[in-house]
């Protein structure tokens, strides 16, 4: 597995497989890795002759610098699991090598960043946007991998890839879970042992949701239920709780046709802010 720090030295390498013909998928992160990343590798390993996974924590696309400066930074450990996940690349630039100068562009995703996370981390998704394209224009790739955990940031790629004519087919991938249902993150590692076994009743709120979605109540109806799920976890702080169609993101008044109802939560456990989502 080979390791590069600098745009130039990633861009020598990946010419070189590429004038052999060689497929390449990309497999951005914020490194922390975990086994959901890993999954975004196997399906790239499954479909690419190349796979190259970045580790950059993108200081623009966070709002709160308590919450970059507690991001985890696990570099080497991170390395030691893609090698033998299969991973052939790894992108780790510093911030400075990604921005030599601030980054004046501004992405606006429209009613896509209006909701969710683009309400509540004003400026996210304009930081992911520039680094995403950024990260797409250095490597490359035929493939790109993302995670449906992040469902919101899987709509802004693949408008900004729409937009902006990149010739990359996106592949979503499903979120994985831990046995009690907690979806795998990075921020999981900064959860308290006290906290931990708490932070599965996001799951437990979302399944109950959805059961109650499919036997008919409203969205007004499961929202209400959701409030009251939470305020009986004193530990959690609800951010929000929204049943929205899952392609356009907007709130919808109740079950959408199949696979096209989304719930999506954002919550508070201690200092650590998680976020998951069913789609059904
Ligand atoms: P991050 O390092 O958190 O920016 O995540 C990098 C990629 O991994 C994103 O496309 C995420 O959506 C994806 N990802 C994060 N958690 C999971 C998970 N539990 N299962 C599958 N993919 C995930």
Redesign the pocket.
Known sequence: MHIFHTISDLRAHLRAHRMLGQSIGF???????????L??IAASKAQNDLTVCS?FV?PIQFNNPDDLARYPRTLDVDCAMLAPAGCDVVFAPSAEEMYPEKALLKFDFGDLERVMEGQFRPGHFNGVGIVVAKLFNIVQPDRT??????LQ??AVVRRMMIDLGFQIELH??????EADGL?????NRNLTAEERPIAAHIFKGLTAAKTALLTGETAEMVKAQMATHFEQQPAFRLEYFEVVNAHTLQSVDKKQPDGQTALCIAAFLGKVRLIDNFVF
Do not use: W
Not at 27 to 37: C, D, I, N, Q, S
Not at 145 to 150: A, M
Not at 172 to 177: A, D, E, G, H, M
Not at 183 to 187: E, F, I, N, P, T
């Open positions: 497999v951005p992160t914020m490194g922390a890795l975990h086994e959901g990343h999954s975004l580790i993108n991998y993302f995670g449906q955990k992040d940031q899987v979503p991938c499903p979120t994985l879970r979806a795998m993150s990075s921020r």
